[in-house]
């Protein structure tokens, strides 16, 4: 089973993303149904604490969606084009909720990466420097230097860099050259929530069948260069589904287990030199994994199932106590 992590849709009486400072997200509950279904990737921007928040969802028939009333009501926002979309990711500005950027698979002269400054409603192509074909799987934005962006590849599908990186928000694409001939195929990207510079990145290999750097990877440098700080194991070379970074110890990685057809999470608490499973098995799969920055020792599983878009919300410190799951009805 492949997926992409994406960030959370949720529901009533869960929490919620809030830009109560402008690069700081906080949870905050809100009331009001989440409606839409089969979302693969999701992002929210909210900056005034009374209003509620702007979701853009990626939907599983591959066109862009977007909520101002808490998910009462959803729009499909214009594909900016004449071809058939093949959206796969959606970031938003960390302070202006009409700044967004999707990344579809397909010819840069025709989709690639584009970008709206009206909310998503006209899109430009910002595909200088990128190959001629891509085959996007993540997009992620530095909370307090908005203009870097990273943007991660399904390297099996193209040819190029696993990771491209801009510091003009999108005029130009630099190729992350490090990993030589050993592509990698990236899922997500967790941001440090107190370190600006610091992110991570999950990640599957695909040219070496040993998987010598599938697993997490840290940067201190905006993502220029890259250390592999771990390889979540024990299991059978499990697909590295998602990561979440508390601070520069606390990292959290999603994974799925194609010999047992289910995942789960594993847990590093030294930077990732030491993996632990928690128990927790998920027969459906992982959307996204948020760390609550009120609360380090709560985190929250967003499980995409037949049943809709499930919430789990599991605090750290008792080791696992299932508190409350809450079902998105379809």
């Known amino acids: 089973m492949k997926k992409k992590i994406v960030i959370a849709m949720l529901a009533l009486g869960t929490l919620i993303l809030l830009h109560a400072q402008p690069q700081m997200p906080h949870l905050e509950a809100l009331d009001g149904p989440y409606n839409a279904q089969n979302m693969i990737d999701m992002a929210l921007c909210r900056y005034d604490p009374t209003d509620p928040p702007i979701i853009y969802g990626v939907n599983a028939d591959t066109c862009l969606t977007k909520t101002t009333n808490r998910g009462d009501s959803w729009i499909i926002l214009p594909k900016g084009h004449i071809y058939k ?5 959606v970031a938003v500005h960390p302070a202006d909720p009409d700044i967004v950027y999707k990344a579809e698979w397909g010819s840069i ?21 990128l190959p001629d074909e891509v085959h996007p799987s993540k997009l992620g934005i530095f909370n307090q ?14 040819e190029g860099s696993s990771l491209y990186r801009t510091t003009n928000g999108g005029s130009d694409w630099l190729p992350v050259i490090q990993w030589g001939s050993d592509f990698l195929n990236i899922s997500d990207f967790s941001f440090d929530p107190n370190v600006p510079y610091r992110v991570c ?22 993502g220029a260069t890259w250390s592999h700080i771990g390889r979540p194991d024990n299991m059978s070379y499990p697909e590295i589904t998602g990561v979440a970074m508390v601070d520069e110890n606390i990292v959290y990685a999603g994974y799925w287990n194609k010999e047992k057809n289910e995942g789960g999470i594993q847990m590093a608490t030294n930077g990732g030199r030491k993996w632990q499973v928690l128990p927790i098995i998920l027969d459906n799969d992982l959307i996204d994994i948020y760390i609550d920055s009120n609360e380090a020792n709560i985190f929250y599983l967003v499980i995409n199932s037949d049943k809709g878009i499930e919430i789990l919300k599991y605090d750290i410190s008792s080791f696992l106590q299932r508190n409350k799951k809450i079902i998105i009805k379809k």
């Open 201 to 222: 990145l999950s990640a599957n290999q695909s040219s070496d069948p040993g998987n010598a750097y599938r697993g997490v990877w840290r940067s201190d440098n905006f």
């Open 145 to 158: 230097y908005p203009d870097t962006i990273l943007l991660g590849m399904n390297i099996d599908q193209q």
């Open 85 to 89: 979309s093949g959206i796969r990711c």
């Open 109 to 129: 002269y025709q989709k690639g990466i584009m970008k709206s400054t009206d909310g998503g409603y006209f899109w430009t192509l910002i595909n200088n420097g």
